[in-house]
């Protein structure tokens, strides 16, 4: 039996997803680090609470982000308390709930097209449509008589759509958690962003033009045109910015850096590997610049480290943090 399939105290799933929020509010003191190393060698029970734990969070990607948020919230706050009996409720339940879970972010594992962690994958769709999934992507595509809709559960994917055979011809859409974009003859990325309680899309837009609906509010449409990016929530999309320079060379593998903050360049490596990695808040707006082979993200680690002032502390092995050297 192995860390996926094993029963888990529900005491100790508690006491997990605890130490996972405290984990994620900042570097912990020598005490509290005794404290935590006491309690895992403690009891069994605990290190296989401990072992979910790091595989619930590498595995979700949404779980790191709603922990981000959960870390600066007062101890019993709703948000704090939701957060905390949802993680404990994974720990404990495992992969058999993550698998059979209808509610968003978790209905991604029933997806029939993903992409593992740090994959790229191109693919073409029926119509001729030239799709790029990004890592930890997960999708379904249903083409009928009315529409050609892409899915997307989590994670990004770009699209360069073709012109439709079909007569008359068939709008093409892609439909996340909270609202459906449509393309307008057109290259575009769409991103499932935001976290477990509160998941928001990012759209931005390369060639043409898009248009975005959200679930509640299906009549403020938004129109989004090239060289610019905005996101949206269930009932509004927020204003509209200028895209970044570079911001699509991840379909051709690399992160180009320039002077972007060392906060960016981790949140961004962080979705390429495995595991939990943190930054001290006081190094976060570092400069980095450079290009970086997003296929090999525990390299792009250790060459920060070795072009800035920063040390990599590996508290376990799928958990990584960032602090002053």
Known sequence: MNASTAAIDPRAARAAAQWLVRLHAGPLTPSEQQAFQSWRASDPAHAAAWQRAELVCGTLASVPAALRQTADAPPQSPQRRAVLYGLAGLIAAGPALWLTSQSAPWQAWRAAIRTARGEIRHMALPDGTQLVLNTD??????????????????????????????????????????????????????????????????????????????????????????????????????????????????????????????????AQVARYRYGVLRCDPALAALPVDGIFQLHDPDNILLLLQRALPIRLVRRTRYWISVEAA
């Open 137 to 266: 992507t997960a999708i379904d595509v249903r083409f009928d008589g009315a529409a050609r809709l892409v899915v997307l559960h989590a994670g990004e994917i770009h699209v360069a759509t073709a012109h439709d055979g079909a007569v008359p011809a068939r709008p093409f859409l892609v439909r996340s958690s909270n609202g459906a974009v449509r393309a307008l003859g057109t290259h575009f990325s769409v991103r499932q962003g935001g976290s477990v309680l509160a998941p928001r899309t990012e759209v931005s837009v390369s060639e043409g033009a898009v248009e975005i609906a959200p679930s509640q509010a299906p009549g403020a449409l938004r129109t989004v045109d090239a060289g610019r990016q905005g996101s949206f929530d269930d009932v509004a999309v927020s204003a509209l910015t200028s895209s970044p320079p570079h911001a699509d060379a991840w379909l051709r593998g690399v992160l180009i850096a320039e002077r972007m903050p060392l906060g960016e360049v981790l």
